[in-house]
């Protein structure tokens, strides 16, 4: 009995990781399953989408607290732990905006949803290459401390500067990531995250494109003109602030 109670509360949690696993291993097959425009296809991705952002946050947090530290950093509203996954998980969905001026596509915006909701499969498997570098810095070094002559040195280093928002105090597990990434001893943590960020993008390439029928490249080409254009607003709201 105790069995059969774990199995039937278990089976949906193991189906959302199936879905999740298919549309990484099996991106076409994934996107040739979607039905574009059916109102019951939509709720499902939909239900996909939120169930895959929250996945993220709980993984977050369970390994924000075996670290000991928040999720975000002191300076950020706490608001933004539980709100950052879902901005993470927008980034896809931002692609229509490039996509659609460029008339590349004839879907709504909606109708696009249905395939992109599905990158938040291989982003799932994304999660542990993240958050590698804040594991394995407080695990080999231990957590920084503010008068460690190494995080001085690098502080004091050109490009460093979105590590200023951390000082004193690196007690967050973003703080942790972006220390980890560049800390001479564990920057190969960095490295290997960047090297699987562009592995897992190849699976959602192909998906939205088995699924819309849009080509890789003009996929590319709205990713990178997204990716610039926060930059940018990230860059000029710095400057502001600075």
């Not at 960095?190 to 490249?217: E, Q």
Request: aromatic share 12%; net charge positive.
């Amino acid at each position: 009995m105790f069995m059969s109670f774990f199995a039937d509360k278990s089976r949906p949690v193991l189906g959302v990781l199936g879905t999740a696993w298919e549309a990484t291993v099996h991106p076409v097959r994934t996107g040739k399953s979607i039905v574009i425009g059916s109102r019951e296809d939509f709720d499902q991705r939909m239900s996909f989408w939120v169930k895959m952002a929250g996945a993220q946050l709980v993984i977050q947090t369970l390994v924000a607290a075996s670290l000991g530290v928040s999720v975000m950093p002191s300076s950020f509203d706490a608001f933004w732990q539980f709100v950052q996954p879902f901005v993470a998980a927008i980034l896809f969905l931002l692609l229509y905006i490039p996509i659609r001026l460029f008339r590349w596509t004839k879907l709504k915006f909606a109708e696009y949803f249905q395939a992109a909701a599905m990158s938040m499969g291989p982003a799932l498997f994304q999660v542990p290459f993240t958050l590698l570098p804040s594991i394995v810095l407080v695990t080999q070094l231990g957590k920084p401390s503010a008068d460690d002559p190494l995080l001085q040195t690098i502080l004091a280093q050109p490009g460093s500067e979105p590590l200023a928002y951390c000082a004193p105090n690196f007690d967050s597990l973003l703080c942790l990531n972006m220390l980890g990434a560049v800390v001479p001893e564990t920057a190969w943590t960095g490295s290997l995250n960047m090297i699987m960020s562009f592995v897992l993008i190849v699976p959602i390439l192909l998906l939205i494109r088995a699924a819309t029928g849009i080509a890789i490249w003009k996929q590319v080409v709205s990713f990178v003109i997204v990716v610039v254009a926060i930059t940018a607003g990230l860059f000029a709201y710095q400057l502001r602030g600075a």
